[in-house]
C-alpha cells in the first residue's frame, strides 16, 4: 500500500504500493528516493477573485482533494504535484509536467491540474492533491481518484466523485451527491439537504435532516447507520443480505430482520422524503436524534 500526495494539512492519500516503499526511502531537498525510483513534490499556490456565488469545480487525480471555508471572498488554492522517474532530473521534469490552472470558464471557477504530456497514461507514483479555501455559499463539484475527499462548512451543495478513497461531509447543506468505491462515506449537515451516496466495500454513515424527494444510500459489504431527527416523517425502502435492518421509528408496513418497508410518522407518501437504503454483508440501522 502506498501514500500518494498530501495536501497542507497532511491528509493521507491512496496510491498503490507507496506506503511501505516510502518507510525504507529516503527525503533529499523535496525529492524522495525509493529504490531504483526518484519522487520530486513542491507545491503551487492560486488565487482568484470571483464574484459571490460563483460555483467551484476541481479536477485532479491520484491525490486527496480537501476544502473548508475562507474568512474572505476569495478562492484560495495550495496544489501538491509529485512526480516520478529513474533520478532526480526525470521525477522533477515528470512533475513540472503537471499543470495547474485556476479560471473562470463558462461562469465556472475551474480548479485544474492535468498531466499535459498524456492524461491517459499517467505514472503511478505522479498526482497532484489540492487543499482550497471557498466562500460558505460556494457550490462545489469534487472530481480525484485515488484519493479522499473532505469537504467542512460549506452550505452551497457538494457533488463528490472519488475512487478508492473515503468522502467525508461535515457541516455542510444543500444539494448533495457522493460516488466513491472502496471506501467509506460519512456525512453530517446543518440543514435539510437533498442526499444520494454510492459506495461499494465500505460503509455509509448520516447525521442530519432531508427534504421531501429522493434521498438514496447505496453500498456493498458495509454498514449504514443514519441519524434522523425524531419527529421526521418519512417512506422507507431499506434491505440487506446476511445482516439485519434495525429501526428506532416505528415503521407502518413491513420489519422483518433484513427489510424494512413502509411509512414512518404522519408521512405524506405524495409529498415525504423517500428514503432507498441497500447494502449486503452490513446492518441497517436507523436511529433518533
Not at 28 to 33: A, E, F, P, Q
Not at 211 to 228: C, I, K, W, Y
Request: glycine content about 12%; charged content about 20%.
Amino acid at each position: 500500500m502506498s501514500k500518494a500526495p498530501s495536501g497542507k494539512r497532511g491528509q493521507s492519500l491512496v496510491v498503490t504500493g507507496l506506503v511501505a516503499l516510502l518507510l525504507s526511502g529516503s527525503l533529499v531537498g523535496g525529492c524522495v528516493t525509493i529504490g531504483s525510483t526518484v519522487q520530486a513534490r513542491d507545491t503551487v499556490a492560486r488565487t482568484l477573485a470571483v464574484p459571490a456565488g460563483t460555483p467551484v469545480r476541481v479536477e485532479t487525480f491520484n491525490g486527496g482533494i480537501e476544502v473548508s471555508r475562507s474568512s474572505g471572498s476569495d478562492l484560495s488554492a495550495e496544489v501538491e504535484r509529485t512526480g516520478e522517474g529513474s533520478d532526480k532530473g526525470e521525477a522533477e521534469a515528470n512533475r513540472d509536467a503537471i499543470e495547474v490552472t485556476l479560471e473562470v470558464v463558462d461562469g465556472v471557477a475551474l480548479l485544474r491540474a492535468i498531466y499535459t504530456p498524456s492524461p491517459a497514461s499517467i505514472p503511478g507514483g505522479s498526482g497532484a492533491a489540492v487543499t482550497l479555501e471557498v466562500p460558505a455559499s460556494t457550490r462545489l463539484e469534487l472530481m480525484t481518484s485515488n484519493g479522499p475527499i473532505a469537504v467542512r462548512d460549506i452550505s452551497g451543495g457538494v457533488d463528490a466523485r472519488t475512487s478508492n478513497g473515503p468522502v467525508n461531509l461535515s457541516g455542510v447543506d444543500g444539494a448533495l451527491a457522493v460516488e466513491t468505491s472502496n471506501g467509506p462515506v460519512t456525512v453530517g449537515t446543518t440543514g435539510p439537504v437533498t442526499l444520494a451516496v454510492h459506495t461499494s466495500n465500505g460503509g455509509i454513515t448520516f447525521d442530519g435532516s432531508l427534504h421531501p424527494g429522493d434521498a438514496t444510500f447505496e453500498t456493498s459489504n458495509g454498514p449504514v447507520e443514519l441519524r434522523l431527527p425524531a419527529d421526521a416523517a418519512f417512506t422507507i425502502d431499506a434491505t440487506t443480505s446476511n445482516s439485519k435492518a434495525t429501526s428506532e421509528f416505528e415503521v407502518d408496513g413491513v420489519a422483518t430482520e433484513s427489510e424494512l418497508q413502509g411509512t414512518v410518522g404522519a408521512a405524506d407518501p405524495a409529498a415525504a422524503t423517500k428514503m432507498v437504503v441497500h447494502t449486503s454483508n452490513g446492518p441497517i440501522t436507523l436511529t433518533k436524534d
